[in-house]
């Protein structure tokens, strides 16, 4: 029936996803050699809008007619008069008073900037525009110059506020997908690092780059990635997320199949195994795939710092998850249920806590969990210095009112709060942790141990059934690897790591020669 429930979401998902319309009928009309036929119909494509650009000159030596188009805000005006206008208007790079009969001949006797090509259609023109170029016509000549002179504003490279770390690189991913490419570049100097684009969104045109490691990656996983991204057919991508939900595995309404960063060196390291990173223009958060539930417990930062200290960080997070889904489902079950199995001073404390509040246990944890969670998007969404102070006086002023009233025992508030915050303590399955929450609460309320038995049961069954382009996403325990589980578990030193994760990379497992273990040369 799972499995019948996800087809059904999988075809709706893509019938969602269905192609458009062309946004402009030039877009395949080819460049004519007239530059007034051009220039009008670059006209009607944008619409005269007040940001674009049109600028005719003259060449110096022939006084043939040019001109350049070219999007205000997304250029650099300086590079502009002088890598292009000023040798054409002003004196060549090499002397030719003949007219120019070819854009090589152009590109040759006056072109400054390094990054150019040509384009044969007003589809090109636009994308070019639209992306920062400039695109240069001349009379006479059935084609255009598209040149690199992007020059918009970006943010500057920062620590990201999402994966804080104690040690480790401190920089960021931002908005500028070359920016993004470049910080990986930095990471790995390796010239089998491959880029490859393709753009997506019929009226955005988002700009879509994957990079891997051409001698490391699987061909059937690129291969997926390649037809998944070609599958999409949608108007607009505006972020990361708009991608991951098109190209994820099925549905689950607790798990993403899909990992995603925004650092750099976390990146690298996915990379370096074999996988595959999807960067999107316009968004700081870089996809990854395949990934695993157990990567979830892991961060860049328990491979900087010693394998014992980092080994215990990884069972505290596991614990944490734990917490954060069963507790309060426990508690509740047992308060409800199960009395008998609560020791008689607890059971003393918790009947004269409850004793006076008129809600049952699951509506008082039902209450205190949509209470907190207002509390969490209040404080997420207001200014930094407000939300601080409504999430903490809210919180305290609440919960401390809510119990000197009778209306929530005490040991209630202090069993939200501590499955609320132990979520945290693991931030990519923060969400996911409470949603099965509450799906364990319902149970526990009702049916008590037996309810939330049979929903951690339902939980792992989901699990089992779910995948990574093709990989199970409960690997290593499903496929069985002890390997690798256990560095999954425990981090083991790097003099160690002599296979690389099973299934992902097509060469050879070895991650290092035995020769290079413990520094003993043989």
Do not use: W
Request: net charge neutral; charged share 20%.
């Amino acid at each position: 029936m799972m499995r019948k429930l996800t087809e059904i979401l999988t075809d709706l998902k893509r019938r969602h996803c269905v192609p458009g319309m062309n946004d402009f009928p030039e877009k395949d009309v080819a460049i004519s050699k007239n530059i007034d036929v051009n220039l009008k119909i670059v006209q009607d494509l944008f619409g005269n809008s007040e940001d674009v650009i049109l600028r005719p000159f003259a060449f110096q030596q022939t006084k043939t007619r040019g001109a350049l188009v070219a999007i205000d805000g997304l250029i650099s005006s300086e590079r502009v008069a002088l890598d292009i206008l000023k040798p054409m208007m002003y004196g060549s790079i090499q002397e030719s008073p003949s007219r120019p009969r070819t854009m090589q001949e152009v590109q040759k006797a006056y072109m400054i900037a390094g990054e150019v090509k040509e384009g044969k259609t007003f589809g090109d023109l636009a994308e070019g525009c639209l992306s920062g170029d400039v695109a240069l016509f001349v009379d006479g000549i059935a084609s255009i110059l598209i040149i690199n002179t992007k020059g918009y504003p970006k943010r500057s490279i920062e620590d990201p506020q999402t994966e804080s770390v104690l040690r480790g690189p401190r920089e960021g991913f931002i908005e500028n997908k070359r920016t993004n490419t470049a910080l990986l570049r930095r990471k790995i100097k390796n010239p089998n690092l491959m880029a490859e684009s393709v753009i997506i969104g019929k009226k955005t045109n988002t700009e879509i780059t994957i990079m891997y490691l051409r001698n490391m990656v699987s061909d059937t996983l690129l291969k997926e990635v390649r037809t998944r991204l070609s599958a999409i057919h949608t108007d607009d991508i505006l972020d990361s997320g708009y991608i991951e939900q098109c190209i994820v595995d099925g549905y689950s309404p607790f798990f993403t199949t899909i990992a995603n960063s925004e650092k750099p060196d976390a990146v690298a390291a996915k990379i370096l195994e074999g996988r595959v990173a999807i960067i999107v223009d316009g968004s700081p958060t870089v996809l990854i795939v395949p990934t695993f539930f157990v990567e979830n417990f892991h961060t860049t930062e328990d491979y900087y710092i010693a394998p014992i200290f980092a080994s215990a960080l990884r069972l505290v997070r596991l614990l944490a998850f734990l917490i954060s889904v069963t507790v309060l489902p426990f508690y509740v079950a047992l308060g409800t249920y199960h009395q008998e199995l609560i020791p008689t001073e607890l059971l003393i404390t918790m009947a004269v806590a409850e004793g006076n509040t008129p809600f049952p246990a699951v509506v008082e944890a039902f209450i205190m969990i949509i209470v907190f969670e207002i509390l969490k998007e209040a404080g997420v969404r207001l200014p930094r210095p407000a939300g601080q102070a409504v999430s903490m006086v809210g919180a305290i002023i609440i919960g401390e009112t809510a119990v000197s009233a009778g209306i929530i025992g005490a040991p209630m508030v202090i069993s939200v709060a501590m499955t609320a915050v132990s979520a945290f303590a693991v931030p990519s399955l923060a969400n996911a942790s409470t949603l099965m929450r509450l799906f364990l609460l319902a149970l526990a309320g009702f049916l008590g141990g037996f309810g939330m038995t049979l929903g951690i049961l339902c939980i792992f069954f989901h699990l089992s059934s779910l995948s990574s382009f093709g990989i199970p996403y409960l690997y290593p325990l499903s496929p069985f690897q002890p390997a690798d589980l256990r560095e999954s578990i425990l981090r083991r030193p790097p003099r160690l790591f002599l296979f690389r994760t099973f299934g992902i990379s097509k060469c050879s497992p070895r991650n290092q020669r035995p020769s290079q273990i413990g520094g003993t040369q043989k």
